[in-house]
């Protein structure tokens, strides 16, 4: 009787998304994709005082087929980012870059084949499984961000803890700011950064992300169309279903999103461009059911633009996990051709 869960139910049946898709037409649909992509980003808040980039070299450590750098960049006001950036030995601009967006645990060290304390990793290589080591030994050059929050981008005060994210998180919020917004703008800024190298094809820029990477990967791509093609493992859901029935961290949070659109109307601002999507049949917080109910609502935003082909679902025997049995390989194969750039140019 004093459950508020009719209340709940009330609110989200009363306030229906306003950007929800219904295109007919390709008139429609860019229409709708314009619409929505600007009212998201003023949702996400982009931080103030974007900065130069200033890239600083710590270390370069030889790791066979391929060598690990870090990289200090410059985002936004006094924000600096370290980014892992692993250049393949025999590489080739044509296999394309991959911005390696990291879930919850110890941050970007873990996406390349390191512990918490910066040695090797010798055993399980844990639920991201190593996957910018993966997409680095097939070729494509990886850099790998340490998203705000985790990593040696927490507090000092939770400098023994997991993470930083409830605290900078209620912060951000107070201020009318965003942790999805910073963490997404952080990520574009390494869109800049692959820019601004002078080795990297403008258009074989792609993202891959994990969890919460997948948030960002998802945000990402959404927002900014120098991103060609995004994998996004273990996010891939409706909100209703995932991030607003089972607990989830402050950081998945942005004010008003549900009154703008459902997860899988922001993950449509991807299309035509490529998007795989991972999903684990196990997976405890991101049900299977409704990665099932997105990718439904996605294949018919894709089928309105003819571009069916270019969306794809890993749909594995798994956990919260990365797959890679598909996006290990997927990038490589997803890239016009140089004659059929010509042709296009």
């Known amino acids: 009787m004093w459950h508020p869960d009719d209340y709940l139910k009330h609110l989200h049946e009363?306030?229906?998304?306003?950007?929800?898709?219904?295109?007919?037409?390709?008139?429609?649909?860019?229409?709708?994709?314009?619409r929505l992509r600007q009212s998201f980003i003023a949702l996400l808040a982009v931080p103030a005082d974007r900065r130069e980039l200033s890239p600083v070299?710590?270390?370069?450590?030889?790791?066979?087929?391929?060598?690990?750098?870090?990289?200090?960049?410059?985002?936004?006001?006094?924000?600096?980012?370290?980014?892992?950036?692993?250049?393949?030995?025999?590489?080739d601009r044509e296999r394309g870059a991959v911005i390696a967006l990291h879930g919850h645990g110890y941050g970007s060290r873990d996406l390349v084949g390191l512990n918490p304390d910066g040695t090797d990793k010798t055993g399980d290589s844990g639920y991201q499984k190593n996957f910018a080591?993966?997409?680095?030994?097939?070729?494509?050059?990886?850099?790998?961000?340490?998203?705000?929050?985790?990593g040696d981008r927490k507090l000092a005060e939770d400098a023994e803890r997991g993470d930083s994210c409830y605290r900078l998180s209620t912060n951000l919020l107070a201020m009318g700011q965003t942790m999805a917004g910073h963490r997404v703008f952080e990520a574009l800024r390494c869109v800049d950064y692959l820019l601004a190298r002078g080795d990297v094809d403008a258009n074989r820029i792609g993202c891959m992300g994990i969890s919460g990477g997948g948030l960002v990967a998802s945000f990402a791509a959404a927002v900014d169309e120098r991103i060609k093609a995004a994998v996004v493992s273990g996010?891939?859901?409706?909100?209703?279903a995932s991030i607003l029935a089972?607990?989830?961290?402050?950081?998945?949070?942005?004010?008003?999103?549900?009154?703008?659109?459902?997860?899988?109307?922001?993950?449509?601002?991807?299309?035509?461009?490529?998007?795989?999507?991972?999903?684990?049949?196990?997976?405890?917080?991101?049900?299977?059911?409704?990665?099932?109910?997105?990718?439904d609502k996605l294949k018919a935003i894709y089928a309105l633009l003819a571009a069916e082909p270019q969306l794809a679902y890993d749909r594995f025997e798994g956990d919260h996990e990365i797959s890679g049995r598909l996006a290990f390989d997927w990038f490589g194969g997803i890239w016009p051709s140089r004659e059929a750039e010509d042709e296009r140019a």
């Not at 080591?133 to 985790?150: D, T």
Request: with cysteine; charged share 20%; glycine share 6%.
């Open 235 to 240: 996010f891939a859901n409706t909100f209703q």
């Open 246 to 295: 089972v607990p989830h961290c402050i950081d998945n949070f942005v004010p008003g999103l549900s009154r703008l659109a459902e997860m899988p109307d922001l993950l449509g601002l991807i299309a035509p461009r490529p998007l795989l999507i991972e999903a684990g049949t196990r997976d405890p917080i991101f049900p299977l059911h409704a990665v099932d109910e997105a990718y």
């Open 57 to 91: 070299l710590l270390e370069s450590v030889d790791c066979g087929g391929y060598t690990r750098q870090r990289v200090s960049i410059a985002t936004f006001g006094t924000l600096t980012m370290p980014v892992y950036v692993l250049v393949p030995k025999a590489h």
């Open 14 to 34: 009363s306030v229906p998304p306003a950007e929800r898709f219904e295109a007919e037409t390709r008139e429609e649909w860019k229409s709708w994709q314009e």
């Open 133 to 150: 080591v993966e997409l680095a030994l097939r070729g494509h050059l990886v850099v790998a961000p340490e998203l705000l929050g985790f």
